[in-house]
């Protein structure tokens, strides 16, 4: 519907996948009986927020999150060169983007982080079958947060904000995230 086709109101369409833009995925995403984005409350996806700049690697690997402050259930955004390239913002998939190794993922369990992202369209490298990191993160019940753009955001500590639309057995689903300046 239309107004300029002289519809009574302009309604639009969305066909998409859960995982379009940038989105959020729960357990049920890799994990047979994992837990679905419906299962999860509010304060899940409205949390404290520690944005890291991890440089020019292809791989964010533990060793380099030794100075990182994570407390549990809070996030970790990890802010790599794929901001600095702006790559969320070509049109073409480009297969050699900064993702989270199997060390990183380790250390993010150990310390009982409640969701990960990253400022691509994976936390795993296109070349790893079986996506190793998604299915070790989900299946420690840490959710993972895909291509948000921390192209304008520094480093620092912040309150996340991405909810989910409450889709009923949903895997994943489309957010709108927001780093805010942290409460108190």
């Known amino acids: 519907m239309s107004l300029s086709a002289n519809d009574t109101a302009n309604v639009s369409d969305l066909h998409m996948s859960a995982h379009s833009g940038t989105h959020v995925e729960a357990p049920a995403h890799m994990i047979a009986g994992g837990a679905a984005i419906d299962s999860y409350g509010m304060e899940r996806f409205i949390l404290p927020c520690t944005v890291v700049d991890v440089g020019d690697v292809a791989c964010i690997e533990a060793a380099s999150l030794d100075q990182v402050p994570a407390a549990p259930g809070e996030a970790i955004l990890f802010k790599t060169r794929n901001s ?3 790559l ?3 049109r073409e998939f480009q297969t050699d983007f900064t993702y989270i190794g199997a060390s990183a993922g380790q250390w993010c369990i ?3 982080v409640g969701l990960v992202g990253v400022d691509y ?3 795993d490298s296109c070349q790893a079958p079986g996506c190793p990191v998604h299915v070790m993160l989900l299946a420690a019940d840490i959710l993972i947060l895909e291509a948000v753009d921390l192209s304008a955001v ?3 500590r912040y309150t996340l904000s991405c909810l989910p ?3 009923v057995g949903g895997e994943a689903s489309p957010v709108r995230a927001v780093l805010t300046p942290p409460v108190g």
């Open 84 to 86: 600095t390239r702006g």
């Open 88 to 90: 969320i913002r070509q």
């Open 110 to 112: 150990d310390h009982r």
């Open 121 to 123: 369209l994976s936390v």
């Open 154 to 156: 520094s480093a620092g």
């Open 165 to 167: 639309l409450k889709l």
